[in-house]
């Protein structure tokens, strides 16, 4: 039942605006993928292209072994969930659901058995005599999920689906997703500019970025090895500290990096030979800088702000010549703003971006 | 959509004098109606000596059971049905399908042609009359139904009325209606039409009413007495007063010319109501 999805070369242009510049992408069979990326990136177009409401304007698109983007939608075996939810205003909650069936010649009981098998998971039994006006938000959204689940398709399409509920019932509806994905192991496309939705909720994340796919991966892979400078700073939470550098000499098992504020660090780290350290920077999350107790010495850091969250506190610094730096704490931490800190840095968490924005890792991180 | 019941006390005590001048207004402009059904329940003869026999008993429904013997009043009134109704459904289904194609279709000119259309608001009726009449004539349309009933068909207003209508239907629900498999027609048939539902109840009151009020057109074209719509009827009779059935008898015929009005009136007020309120399309 569900699908593979190739997307080969494909382009957008609007007129003489190129909004996807020779796109390709593997989805495998069952495979929950999230398109992650900033507002207007194309996201969106990406997915109404393979949905087929948005023509493309080269390339091509196949669903399972079939080539589809010369297809109208309704042919292409795909359902989308809407931002909107895009329900039908004048028709049930059980007529907006069997509407697509109705549409191919489906049998009135297999419609009702489908219907009722989705309201059933759906926990919205109950909702089936109801126009969408007379429902919740929450609601709106199950119903949607549900208009999709029953045409039994080969890939389903989200596009920010969740993007219209409260923080609360968002999170307990991602999980149900997650559950939801689980139980039909279908393919599953899902747009979003939320990370934390990305990072649950994915196999594979695709981050988008001007035009172009930035990077493919695992949420950890992502996460831990950001292929580029971009994807670096637009995953995770607060954003990875950039530091620029001044000075870069490579040595027998790696490099020693000259970074404004911190001084020399020897990190395990491989560079092309041709790296040069015009307009690189050093990249290191808060999460891998620690706060030295009273009385050991390391960095010096004049704090700030303190954020604290309960979980953990986050503190916004400076070093000795004014850079910017983040650093994370545990909850109880007792720092203020003004006090004057000694810092480490995890040197196998550290990343090196070139003036290109292509990222290298340290061995181990 | 549902009425906020909890502010109207609080409202009624602010606009009380409003509510003074409401009820005036309402006085005068039901007076004359109400003084046409008197005088249409008297009889004839006791009028003749003063119409202030209207406060007076005795009433009588001798002018009503007149019209269905002896007048041509029931002609008239089914020549202005058709006229009405033709109309009005001429005019919902032109403007529906030009308001989702301007709306929805791409076509070439697709703007050009709206404006046009627009234009036509502008022209007034006097404008064109000469030349409609003289093309008319060319077709032999005069003294007929299809006559009547042609030139209410292009409604420069319908056409507008709807293709903001449509318009303001999100995008999102032909989208999702596409990826049900359902045909362009299907989308228009089961989706957008029910969706216009408000915009058609408002449009074919309008258009009812105009086209049972019209007299000008009528009174061009229709120049043989059976073929008088009703208002031209009326008003053919009160000319000819010195051998008319007496005023009675021609206010019976007034009343009964309003009363489709007035049942149009009556089955749609909900959803003129809706639809000038604006909750159409959630
Ligand atoms: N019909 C159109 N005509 C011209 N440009 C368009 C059209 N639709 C989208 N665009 C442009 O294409 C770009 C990508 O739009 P898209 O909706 O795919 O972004 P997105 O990544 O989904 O953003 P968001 O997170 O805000 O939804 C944007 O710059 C947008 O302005
Ligand atoms: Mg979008």
């Given at each position: 039942?569900?699908?593979s999805?190739?997307?080969?070369?494909?382009?957008?242009?609007y007129?003489?605006?190129?909004?996807?510049?020779?796109?390709?992408?593997?989805?495998?069979?069952?495979?929950?993928?999230?398109?992650?990326?900033?507002?207007?990136?194309?996201?969106?177009?990406?997915?109404?292209?393979?949905?087929?409401?948005?023509?493309?304007?080269?390339?091509?698109?196949s669903?399972?072994?079939?080539?589809?983007?010369?297809?109208?939608?309704?042919?292409?075996?795909?359902?989308?969930?809407?931002?909107?939810?895009?329900?039908?205003?004048?028709?049930?909650?059980?007529?907006?659901?069997?509407?697509?069936?109705?549409?191919?010649?489906?049998?009135?009981?297999?419609?009702?058995?489908?219907?009722?098998?989705?309201?059933?998971?759906?926990?919205?039994?109950?909702?089936?005599?109801?126009?969408?006006?007379?429902?919740?938000?929450?609601?709106?959204?199950?119903?949607?999920?549900?208009?999709?689940?029953?045409?039994?398709?080969?890939?389903?399409?989200?596009?920010?689906?969740?993007?219209?509920?409260?923080?609360?019932?968002?999170?307990?509806?991602?999980?149900?997703?997650a559950?939801?994905?689980?139980?039909?192991?279908?393919?599953?496309?899902?747009?979003?500019?939320?990370?934390?939705?990305?990072?649950?909720?994915?196999?594979?994340?695709?981050?988008?970025?001007?035009?172009?796919?930035?990077?493919?991966?695992?949420?950890?892979?992502?996460?831990?090895?950001?292929?580029?400078?971009?994807?670096?700073?637009?995953?995770?939470?607060?954003?990875?500290?950039?530091?620029?550098?001044?000075?870069?000499?490579?040595?027998?098992?790696?490099?020693?990096?000259?970074?404004?504020?911190?001084?020399?660090?020897?990190?395990?780290?491989?560079?092309?030979?041709?790296?040069?350290?015009?307009?690189?920077?050093?990249?290191?999350?808060?999460e891998?800088?620690?706060?030295?107790?009273?009385?050991?010495?390391?960095?010096?850091?004049?704090?700030?702000?303190?954020?604290?969250?309960?979980?953990?506190?986050?503190?916004?610094?400076?070093?000795?010549?004014?850079?910017?730096?983040?650093?994370?704490?545990?909850?109880?931490?007792?720092?203020?703003a003004?006090?004057?800190?000694?810092?480490?840095?995890?040197?196998?968490?550290?990343?090196?971006?070139g003036?290109?924005?292509?990222?290298h890792?340290?061995?181990?991180? | 959509?549902?009425?906020?019941?909890?502010?109207?006390?609080?409202?009624?005590?602010?606009?009380?004098?409003?509510?003074?001048?409401?009820?005036?207004?309402?006085?005068?402009?039901?007076?004359?109606?109400?003084?046409?059904?008197?005088?249409?329940?008297?009889?004839?003869?006791?009028?003749?000596?003063?119409?202030?026999?209207?406060?007076?008993?005795?009433?009588?429904?001798?002018?009503?059971?007149?019209?269905?013997?002896?007048?041509?009043?029931?002609?008239?009134?089914?020549?202005?049905?058709?006229?009405?109704?033709?109309?009005?459904?001429?005019?919902?289904?032109?403007?529906?399908?030009?308001?989702?194609?301007?709306?929805?279709?791409?076509?070439?000119?697709?703007?050009?042609?709206?404006?046009?259309?627009?234009?036509?608001?502008?022209v007034?009726?006097?404008?064109?009359?000469?030349?409609?009449?003289?093309?008319?004539?060319?077709?032999?349309?005069?003294?007929?139904?299809?006559?009547?009933?042609?030139?209410?068909?292009?409604?420069?207003?319908?056409?507008?009325?709807?293709?903001?209508?449509?318009?303001?239907?999100?995008?999102?629900?032909?989208?999702?209606?596409l990826?049900?498999?359902?045909?362009?027609?299907?989308?228009?048939?089961?989706?957008?039409?029910?969706?216009?539902?408000?915009?058609?109840?408002?449009?074919?009151?309008?258009?009812?009413?105009?086209?049972?009020?019209?007299?000008?057109?009528?009174?061009?074209?229709?120049?043989?007495?059976?073929?008088?719509?009703?208002?031209?009827?009326?008003?053919?009779?009160?000319q000819?007063?010195?051998?008319?059935e007496?005023?009675?008898?021609?206010?019976?015929?007034?009343?009964?010319?309003?009363?489709?009005?007035?049942i149009?009136?009556?089955?749609?007020?909900?959803?003129?109501?809706?639809?000038?309120?604006?909750?159409a399309?959630?």
């Open positions: 039942m569900s699908a999805i190739e997307i080969t070369n494909v382009s957008k242009n007129g003489t605006l190129t909004v996807l510049d020779d796109i390709s992408l593997s989805i495998k069979p069952g495979e929950f993928v999230v398109f992650l990326g900033p507002s207007g990136c194309g996201k969106s177009t990406l997915l109404r292209m393979i949905a087929g409401l948005e023509d493309v304007t080269a390339g091509t698109i669903v399972g072994d079939q080539r589809v983007d010369t297809l109208p939608p309704g042919k292409r075996g795909v359902a989308m969930v809407f931002q909107s939810y895009a329900l039908y205003p004048h028709m049930t909650v059980a007529q907006n659901m069997s509407f697509g069936l109705e549409n191919i010649k489906v049998s009135k009981e297999e419609i009702q058995r489908r219907v009722h098998l989705a309201a059933e998971t759906l926990e919205i039994a109950h909702l089936l005599d109801r126009k969408p006006q007379k429902l919740s938000g929450g609601q709106r959204q199950r119903v949607a999920i549900g208009r999709a689940i029953v045409k039994e398709p080969k890939a389903f399409l989200f596009d920010e689906p969740l993007s219209n509920l409260d923080a609360a019932l968002r999170g307990r509806t991602r999980l149900e997703l559950q939801l994905h689980a139980r039909l192991r279908s393919t599953m496309v899902f747009v979003t500019h939320d990370q934390v939705e990305a990072m649950t909720l994915a196999d594979r994340i695709v981050v988008m970025h001007n035009r172009k796919i930035e990077q493919i991966g695992t949420p950890i892979t992502i996460y831990r090895r950001p292929a580029t400078r971009f994807v670096a700073g637009f995953v995770g939470s607060p954003a990875m500290n950039f530091i620029p550098v001044q000075n870069i000499s490579q040595n027998g098992n790696g490099v020693a990096i000259d970074a404004s504020g911190l001084g020399i660090l020897n990190a395990e780290l491989h560079l092309p030979t041709a790296f040069s350290p015009e307009g690189a920077a050093l990249g290191i999350r808060a891998d800088i620690s706060v030295l107790p009273a009385g050991q010495s390391g960095i010096p850091l004049i704090v700030e702000v303190v954020e604290r969250l309960g979980d953990r506190t986050l503190i916004y610094g400076r070093l000795s010549d004014g850079t910017k730096l983040t650093a994370e704490a545990d909850g109880r931490a007792q720092v203020n003004g006090d004057r800190l000694e810092i480490a840095l995890d040197i196998s968490a550290i990343h090196l971006f003036a290109d924005g292509v990222a890792h340290a061995v181990g991180g | 959509m549902s009425r906020d019941t909890t502010y109207r006390p609080e409202a009624s005590r602010a606009s009380r004098p409003l509510l003074w001048i409401a009820t005036l207004l309402a006085i005068v402009t039901m007076a004359p109606v109400a003084w046409l059904v008197g005088l249409s329940i008297k009889d004839n003869r006791e009028l003749m000596l003063g119409t202030e026999s209207v406060f007076r008993v005795p009433y009588t429904l001798i002018n009503y059971i007149n019209i269905l013997y002896s007048s041509q009043a029931f002609g008239w009134f089914f020549n202005s049905m058709v006229v009405a109704i033709g109309q009005t459904l001429g005019v919902l289904v032109l403007s529906s399908l030009a308001g989702y194609a301007f709306a929805r279709l791409e076509f070439p000119f697709r703007r050009t042609i709206f404006v046009i259309v627009l234009f036509g608001l502008a007034p009726e006097q404008a064109v009359i000469i030349a409609r009449h003289q093309m008319f004539n060319w077709f032999g349309l005069h003294n007929t139904h299809i006559g009547l009933i042609l030139p209410g068909l292009s409604s420069a207003f319908g056409v507008f009325l709807m293709t903001q209508f449509f318009k303001a239907i999100p995008r999102d629900i032909d989208e999702a209606a990826l049900d498999n359902a045909s362009q027609l299907r989308i228009f048939w089961k989706i957008m039409l029910p969706l216009t539902l408000p915009a058609q109840a408002t449009l074919g009151i309008f258009t009812f009413l105009h086209a049972w009020n019209d007299y000008w057109w009528p009174l061009i074209s229709a120049t043989r007495k059976e073929m008088f719509t009703i208002t031209i009827g009326i008003a053919s009779s009160q000819n007063f010195a051998q008319s007496g005023l009675g008898f021609l206010s019976a015929q007034a009343v009964f010319a309003s009363l489709p009005v007035l149009v009136y009556m089955i749609f007020q909900r959803h003129i109501v809706t639809a000038v309120s604006g909750g399309v959630k």
